[in-house]
């Protein structure tokens, strides 16, 4: 099966850094991949995807890039804020199945 | 904004005992997952559900674990003897779309298991 690995486990940032999270995945069937964020005692809220047609993609300032001959993908949080402080998560999957595999998250913290 | 809602958002319950958890997912999603959290751990899958019937489960769905579509909005899941390994946040989601266009999936807030 399907196996995520998400790098790193905590990151600390300062206000206005850029933040970046790797994840590295086994099957090379999964064509999507989703990140989420989770804020304390809440659900994963998805925040980007990019699905494996694609090489990158960008919304304000959050972007993914996906590598699928190196099946490796990454999440990029430019300007960071105080509030982009929780635990990410990314995953991948395969469309022609149900389910999605998650990393282990990471939880960024960005200081004030 | 259409949400999926859970509840209970928390239950304690001895060990052995049933417990059924419950979900509403966004009302024109048409497939339906279960994932569970334990405390500082990964989100896992533990089922996925379409058409009234399980499409795919993983080896923690075992067979203390079922689901139901009872009516037209509720999505449950049921615990026939719960062990303290269970304790955990269990996350109800849904999607629109299926295999093979692709699955976005919005969860809810969780409902949090603890057996004691």
């Known amino acids: 099966g399907e196996n995520v690995e998400q790098h790193p486990s905590t990151l600390s940032v300062q206000e206005g850094d850029s933040a970046v999270i790797k994840c590295t995945y086994s099957d090379s069937a999964s064509n999507y991949f989703p990140w989420y964020k989770q804020e304390l005692g809440k659900g994963p809220q998805l925040i980007i995807d990019i699905r494996s047609n694609v090489g990158e993609k960008k919304d304000q300032r959050i972007a993914v890039t996906l590598n699928k001959t190196a099946k490796h993908f990454s999440l990029h949080i430019t300007e960071t804020q105080p509030e982009d402080s929780a635990v990410y998560f990314c995953a991948a999957s395969n469309t022609n199945a149900g389910k999605s595999t998650f990393g282990d998250g990471t939880t960024l913290t960005v200081k004030p | 904004e259409p949400e999926v809602t859970q509840t209970p958002s928390h239950q304690v319950t001895q060990m052995g005992q049933e417990v059924i958890l419950r979900c509403v997912p966004i009302?024109?999603?048409?497939?339906f997952y279960w994932y569970r959290q334990i405390l500082g751990q990964k989100v896992e899958f533990l089922v996925s559900f379409y058409n009234n019937e399980i499409s795919e489960k993983s080896e923690i769905f075992d067979d203390q674990f079922s689901v139901e579509r009872p009516d037209g909005s509720n999505f449950t899941l049921k615990i026939r003897s719960t062990k303290l390994e269970d304790s955990a946040m269990y996350f109800c989601?849904?999607?629109?779309?299926?295999?093979?266009?692709?699955?976005?999936?919005?969860f809810g807030e969780g409902s949090w298991l603890t057996v004691v």
């Open positions: 009302s024109n999603h048409l497939y």
């Open positions: 989601a849904s999607s629109d779309q299926g295999p093979p266009s692709g699955n976005t999936i919005y």
